[in-house]
């Protein structure tokens, strides 16, 4: 199957300083990623669409320059929180869908286990 | 665009009970839709996929759902919960099959199993 690596899980940090959030495709090549926000007991929103070697796209409301994404190969896309405050503390999640090309075996969206943020 | 709206935002069955829980979806296009599983502090986990194929998907860990166009549907089902089941779990659709289409997800629907 597909996998996506996230990291950290969990991370706290001082109001003010960036934090940066991992996401690695172990088996597959994802040209696309995508990020989510999930507030507690809510669903998924979605952040922000990262593409290898492009500008990301960023739904409305989200801001660029606090969100920074980066997706500089074909198995790693980045997420930073730059200047964190408390209501930047949330769970956020990363997926990629894996198709394979060769065989056209689609799994469908993987999803990373999630970094919970805390900013104190 | 495409929507998703999960019927019930919470639900709450006994051990060995059917399982439902409800979806229904808004596109333009054919959809494709999944059913995703979270426990807390995790990441989402695909329970099954409908891609145009058959319209009766069976997925992991005992779930199916059945993909009806008519009642723009797409419930869950599982004939007899196990306490191991109590998860949110959400419903999604994508309409497209490439890797840059984005999902767009329902609210969600937290399942609680009653020994």
């Known amino acids: 199957g597909a996998v996506v690596s996230q990291h950290p899980s969990r991370v706290i940090c001082k109001s003010g300083t960036s934090v940066k959030i991992e996401c690695r495709s172990l088996?597959?090549?994802?040209?696309?990623m995508f990020w989510y926000r999930q507030f507690p007991k809510k669903s998924l929103m979605l952040m922000a669409t990262?593409?290898?070697?492009?500008?990301?796209?960023?739904e409305q409301g989200v801001e660029k320059d606090k969100f920074l994404i980066n997706h500089a190969s074909l198995t790693l896309s980045t997420l930073t929180v730059t200047s964190a405050h408390p209501e930047d503390s949330s769970f956020y999640i990363c997926?990629?869908?894996?198709?394979?090309?060769?065989?056209?075996?689609?799994?469908?969206?993987?999803f990373g286990s999630g970094t919970r943020l805390t900013v104190v | 665009a495409q929507s998703v709206t999960q019927l019930g935002s919470h639900v709450s069955v006994s051990e060995g009970a059917l399982v439902l829980l409800r979806c229904n979806y808004s596109?333009?296009?054919?959809?494709?839709l999944f059913w995703y599983v979270q426990y807390p502090n995790q990441g989402l986990q695909l329970l099954l996929k409908?891609?145009?194929?058959?319209?009766l998907v069976k997925g992991i860990n005992g779930f199916e759902a059945e993909f009806k166009k008519s009642e723009t549907s797409f419930h869950l089902t599982k004939p007899s919960a196990h306490m191991r089941d109590a998860a949110e779990y959400f419903c999604a659709v994508s309409v497209g099959g490439g890797s840059n289409y984005k999902l767009t997800f329902g609210k969600g629907t937290l399942l609680t199993v009653n020994p």
């Open positions: 596109s333009s296009v054919p959809p494709y």
């Open positions: 990262s593409n290898e070697g492009s500008k990301a796209t960023y």
């Open positions: 088996d597959f090549q994802a040209t696309t």
């Open positions: 409908y891609t145009s194929a058959a319209t």
């Open positions: 997926s990629a869908r894996a198709i394979w090309a060769g065989t056209s075996v689609d799994y469908g969206y993987t």
